[in-house]
């Protein structure tokens, strides 16, 4: 496969001031500015969780029309918290993958038909490189290299980065991501979409003694991630078990336990690996609070700097779009005449 961004070009950094970023690869749609000079300027999020909730996950059909109806309304809204005009745009990112296929090519088609109006570079960024970078967004900013691990719905990965572009992957998913197994493991007793949020609160009246869910991979040589075989298990005792709120929330609990135990040993493991001692975590899961204390825990023990993106940048955000666009744009990379968007797209194959 060939790299998923076209080949560097001349230095463009004079022209390259104001960038629109747009997130629509799944259930948010999210619109921001970022500004050379001054930073992220003003960002907007739509999400779709009432919309897909009482399905118990997304319906990428509806998720597509959605993002039809919001993205122009949120755009008008950022450009007006940004107190900017569309004139002042030099330059507009979109999310082309991964993702869902008909809610890419929304914000792609978008974000590209706008950029042709405006006479200005659009580029297409990727998914997974922007929520890795997402942390660049605060104000204590890690630097190179280091060590990520990004968890979502859609992925769970341990990657190592040099620069910009240039990712190892150390570990990921063979089967279900973490935040995929939240959402089915919420599904399963009962609960709201998202299910991250919904077993976390849950799980706040469990009980430590009752359960012992298996650590899945703990036991193998290597960085991989597997939770499918966690959620079956979860899934069998829940069948075997009382249907009252109590069991509920003690299987919440040790769901929580063994996927955050998990995480935290794998991303131990990549530090003594690599021999790095900074940590981003990054992704929806990296909200979950009983994971953030465990790994400042671990960071302790092993003298590790740990960096997360704020809580809203967190889940799906035009904020880290706009970022990363902004910083590829300068680079003088930019979409050619065709409008490319994938569902799946390997972060250790950019450039």
Partial sequence: MQSFYPKQRELNQKSINYVLGIETSCDETGIAIYCAKKGLLAHSLYSQIDLHNPYGGVVPELASRDHTLKILPLVKETLKKADLEISALDGIAYCAGPGLAGALLVGAVFGRSLGWALSIPTLGVHHMEAHLLAAMLEEETPPFPFIAL????????????????????????????????????????????????????????????????????????????????LKTFVSSTYKAANKDEQTKADIAYEFQAAVVDTLVSKAQDAMAQTGLKRLIVAGGVAANLVLRKQLDDMAKKTKTTLFYPRLEFCTDNGAMIAYLGYQRLYLGQKDDLAIKTATRLPLDKLN
Avoid at 165 to 183: K, M, T
Avoid at 185 to 199: C, D, M, Q, R, V
């Fill in 150 to 229: 990004l968890v979502s719905g859609g992925h769970t990965l341990l990657a190592q980065v040099e620069c910009l572009g240039q990712y190892e992957i150390l570990g990921e998913s063979v089967d279900d991501a973490a935040g995929e197994a939240f959402d089915k493991t919420a599904k399963l007793l009962g609960l709201s979409y998202p299910g991250g949020p919904a077993i976390a609160k849950l799980a706040e009246k469990g009980r430590p003694e009752r359960f012992r869910f298996p650590r899945p991979m703990l036991n193998k040589p290597g960085l991989n991630f597997s939770f499918s075989g």
